[in-house]
């Protein structure tokens, strides 16, 4: 009896063991590798001021979504970002739009200022209606963008609207497959917004 009550209780241990393994919590961000460069306000013809950007609903949550049906969205329970999406989604098109203007000063948004110079700026915003996977083992990110133009003469008006649809095959199974495409996707979606706004310049 007393063999029988170990045999339980390791059994019973290493199941623990092992739910807990397979429900171990994991973490991922945007690679979103960082280079030193530095740019000064006089080097540069005009100022972008990126805006938070905006993820509709349940995908503004640390669990990565995956679209289950055309109306149901799933979110992990293990597999997390490792901040709030639209603080990393922000930091990224920031950095890959100082990059690729380099005639321009990219920062995120802030308050106006009170200096004459400094009040003529572009504003983005960008609305995030999609960042996720799907069953057909695609990562799609898609939305639009908005850009602003403000003067202290005339204001803040609306310049142009567009609409993203980047849904990208996923090449390496898993999550790991997923954040990495997601992230290629939003450099592509940031570099054609760059090659725009550079066209749009007033």
């Known amino acids: 009896m007393k063999h029988l ?3 339980i209780s390791v059994l019973i241990t290493l199941s623990g063991c092992s739910a807990s393994i397979q429900n171990a919590t994991q973490y991922y961000q945007f690679e979103q590798p960082i280079t030193s460069s530095s740019r000064h306000v006089k080097e540069t ?5 990126v805006q938070t950007v905006a993820l509709r609903g349940a995908l503004n949550n640390l669990g990565i979504a995956m679209k289950i ?3 149901q ?7 997390l970002w490792g901040e709030s ?3 990393m989604l922000t930091a990224t098109a920031q950095q890959t739009l100082f990059n690729a203007m380099p ?4 920062i995120k948004g802030l308050p106006v200022i009170t200096e004459l110079d400094q009040q003529t700026f572009y504003e983005l915003e960008y609305e ?3 960042f996720n996977g799907d069953m057909q083992g695609n990562a799609d990110i898609s939305g639009l963008w908005r850009l602003y133009y403000t003067h202290p003469e005339t204001g803040r008006r609306l310049l142009s609207v ?5 849904i990208v095959p996923i090449e390496d199974d898993g999550y790991d497959g997923l954040v990495t495409t997601l992230e290629q996707a939003w450099l592509n979606i940031n570099l054609d917004v760059a090659k725009t706004i550079e066209q749009a310049r007033l």
């Not at 013809?45 to 001021?49: S, V």
């Open 5 to 7: 009550f170990l045999a």
């Open 45 to 49: 013809d005009a100022q972008l001021r």
């Open 69 to 71: 049906d055309n109306n």
């Open 73 to 79: 969205i799933h979110a992990a329970n293990y597999n």
């Open 85 to 87: 999406p639209d603080v």
């Open 103 to 106: 005639n321009w000063m990219v």
């Open 128 to 130: 995030v209606h999609h």
């Open 162 to 166: 567009h609409n993203f649809s980047n």
